[in-house]
């Protein structure tokens, strides 16, 4: 079935880097935007960025501008997001979600992954 | 940048009720406005993109409307599992969530 599975969360010292992976199955996932959300706890829903299908393009939130990266690998199925000097307020559960079509609506979510930014 | 403004922020209704959320938009984003449901611990549903269209599978008791800089977002017979976090998303630039409007019954 069509399916993104998030990983790479865990607890990581303000400062420190971590790489998030979204695996993709069940559709064609060159062929489709990906975008990252993510949700600090007992907040709201926040974008962070989208990657078009075929890498070209890349935009960010201001928020994560200059630290956060996303890239793809389309042979691997495989979507990325590289956090560097994280800050305890990007505490949150981080979501991959895939874009439909022309109307950049999320259809498709992962699981999410758990990010804690402690010392 | 885009800010949207829901309202209200949190409603309590009862089984069968007709429960309206609004969105309203800091500026002009035509019909580029889609709404999804989180239940607690779940990633977010897509109910309603472009403003007025159903995703597939959605019930017919969910429905959106409105374009510019006002929406609206509709339940007409309130169910108990349509409790939940409902968030409106704009997408004319880049993308912003409103901030939510947690339902209860």
């Known amino acids: 079935q069509v399916q993104l599975v998030e990983s790479g969360g865990g607890v990581v010292q303000p400062g420190r880097s971590l790489r998030l992976s979204c695996a993709a199955s069940g559709f064609i996932f060159s062929n489709y935007g990906m975008h990252w959300v993510r949700q600090g706890p007992g907040k709201g829903l926040e974008w962070l960025a989208v990657i078009w299908y075929d890498g070209s393009k890349k935009y960010y939130a201001d928020s994560v501008q200059g630290r956060f990266s996303t890239s793809r690998d389309n042979s691997r199925n495989t979507l990325y997001l590289q956090m560097n000097r994280l800050r305890v307020e990007d505490t949150a559960v981080y979501y991959c979600a895939r874009r439909k079509g022309s109307a950049a609506a999320f259809d498709i979510w992962g699981q999410g992954t758990l990010v804690t930014v402690s010392s | 940048d885009i800010q949207l403004t829901q309202s209200p922020s949190s409603l309590s209704a009862s089984v069968g009720d007709r429960v309206t959320i609004t969105c309203q938009a800091s500026?002009?984003?035509?019909?580029?406005l889609n709404w999804y449901q989180q239940k607690p611990g779940k990633a977010p549903k897509l109910l309603i993109y472009d403003a007025s269209n159903l995703e597939t599978g959605v019930p017919s008791r969910f429905s959106g409307s409105g374009s510019g800089t006002h929406f609206s977002f509709t339940i007409t017979s309130l169910q108990p599992e349509d409790i939940g976090t409902y968030y409106c998303?704009?997408?004319?630039?880049?993308?912003?969530f409103g901030q939510g409007t947690r339902l209860e019954i």
């Open positions: 998303q704009q997408y004319d630039t880049l993308i912003t």
């Open positions: 500026q002009d984003i035509s019909k580029y």
